[in-house]
């Protein structure tokens, strides 16, 4: 057995003991069951623990991650979990998070090859193809790259609230609504990118699904 292997065989019990220290009943009450009022839409990136940014409790933050906080319409996993945070656990706020210093948002900025992630990151290139004007305007690369970031969030906010999970919810009249932010690694902070959608008035009428 490595040393890493061990050491988080050994965290796990460690933590098992602080939090029944501080609970005797802890893991029997988390074992009830699930009411999160929030669907956390990250990156895989391994710096970014969804409850640990925002101070939230297990229990507390339904999570999705992939490459770059991608809200792929055709991504049967991503929909998935959609569907069961917006029409099982009743989520009344997604927040997609993405961060500066994203690998797969700089990957879409050049053209070398990675392997399968290509595909992937293909979606992401997409969303500067539609802002090529914009980015292409601002001479620092690293104020292009953090700007692309943003408005990678910004484009990742309005696919979801195109999809039909989204819009059958808003059509029933469920309290839900979509919100887009940005971490930034070295300092833990999050901006809030105010694209805060709560109804699908903002979207183009070719999106408002008629149910």
Known sequence: MSDFYKKIIDGN???VE???NQDPKYFEKLAEG????????GCSDSRVPANEVIGAQPGEVFVHRNIANMVVHSDMNMLSVLDYAVNVLKVKHVIVCGHYGCGGVKAAMGNDSIGLIDNWIRHIKDVYRH???YLDSILDEKERFDAFVELNVKEQVYDL???SI???AW???QDLCLHGWVYRLNSGIVKDLEV??????????VYQLKF
Do not use: F, M, Y
């Open 166 to 168: 989204v819009q059958g």
């Open 131 to 133: 802002h090529h004007h």
């Open 161 to 163: 609230a195109k999809t």
């Open 196 to 205: 805060n959608l709560c109804g699908n008035e903002d979207l183009d009428q």
């Open 34 to 41: 699930q009411s999160p009022p929030l669907l956390w839409i």
């Open 13 to 15: 019990k460690k933590w």
């Open 171 to 173: 059509r029933n009249g």
């Open 18 to 20: 602080s939090k029944i």
